[in-house]
């Protein structure tokens, strides 16, 4: 596949553009099977907070429940970062759109237009994806610690188009120019850091508002499907202040906590 050779990834170009490089420790990697594995294997060698794995030919990038994650050298951003929580500091439920509110942040703020969020881990724009998140995390001596991985499309190849199960979209359909990948990825990080920063403080509760007013379901009828279970129909009531869908159906509002479920307009 072909790369984009005018545009390869460099850690110090991404370090001058963030606005805390000292918050960050960054891996440029050429291939690896996927960077949310090699991260969760460093936070079981005590890797800091903050440390960010990007590469640029990731040949088993992961999505939820073992799906996978497609990109192409040179016209994707796949990375992931690694974020310590505070001891104390309950499973991060609702990490995933607290990450969804930092992408848009950042797309937003480079001059993309109409981005969206789909519960619980999507980066839509005009209906299609351009973006997923992927967050897992492990506990190390008590403690917390979340990786969460992003891919985006910043150009969208054929071949990932025709083998996705969705309407895949990229970046440069919806921004005035395609942005170097290195600010993309530090503007990315610096909006990360703010946005874990305040969900540290205050959990997602703080961040819903932002969240719904991306919602691309928001009042629309919807199906949650889950492998075993007969499909949920309802209309999407926004989510909890913890990250939880709302579910408006005939029984009354159910929560829909992220997990093994897939969203899909009804
Ligand atoms: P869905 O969006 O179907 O609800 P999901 O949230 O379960 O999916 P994710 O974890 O976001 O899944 O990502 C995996 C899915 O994303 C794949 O099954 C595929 O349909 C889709 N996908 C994989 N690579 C890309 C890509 N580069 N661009 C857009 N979509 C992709």
């Known amino acids: 596949m072909r790369a984009n050779t005018a545009d390869p990834f460099n850690a110090d170009v991404i370090a001058a553009a963030l606005d805390k490089p000292a918050r960050f420790r960054l891996e440029v990697i050429d291939r690896c099977e996927s ?47 690694l ?61 917390h610690i979340a990786v969460i991985g992003i891919g985006l499309n910043l150009r969208l190849p054929r071949a990932i188009a025709e083998a996705v199960d969705v309407r895949a979209g990229s970046l440069d359909g919806v921004m005035p120019y395609t942005p ?48 075993g279970a007969a499909p949920l129909e309802g209309r999407c009531a926004g989510v909890d202040t913890d990250g939880a869908l709302l579910l408006d159906t005939p029984a009354g509002v159910r929560r829909v906590v992220s997990g093994d479920v897939t969203l899909r307009p009804a």
């Open 35 to 81: 960077t949310n594995s090699l991260l969760l294997d460093a936070a079981q060698q005590g890797a800091p907070s903050g440390s960010v794995a990007v590469c640029e030919a990731q040949t088993a990038g992961r999505g939820r429940r073992g799906r996978g994650w497609l990109s192409a050298p040179g016209d994707s951003l796949t990375f992931s970062l």
């Open 83 to 143: 974020w310590r929580f505070p001891a104390g500091l309950s499973a991060p439920a609702g990490l995933s759109l607290a990450a969804g509110v930092a992408v848009a942040r950042a797309l937003e703020g480079l001059g993309a237009a109409g981005i969206g969020l789909k519960w619980p881990n999507d980066i839509l724009a005009d209906g299609a994806k351009l973006g997923g998140i992927l967050v897992e995390t492990v506990t190390v001596g008590g403690r």
């Open 180 to 227: 170097s990948r290195n600010l993309l990825l530090a503007a990315l990080l610096n909006a990360l850091a703010t946005t874990l920063e305040a969900f540290e403080r205050v959990g997602f509760a703080g961040l819903a508002d932002e969240w719904l007013a991306r919602n691309v379901h928001a009042g629309q009828r919807v199906l949650i499907l889950a492998e």
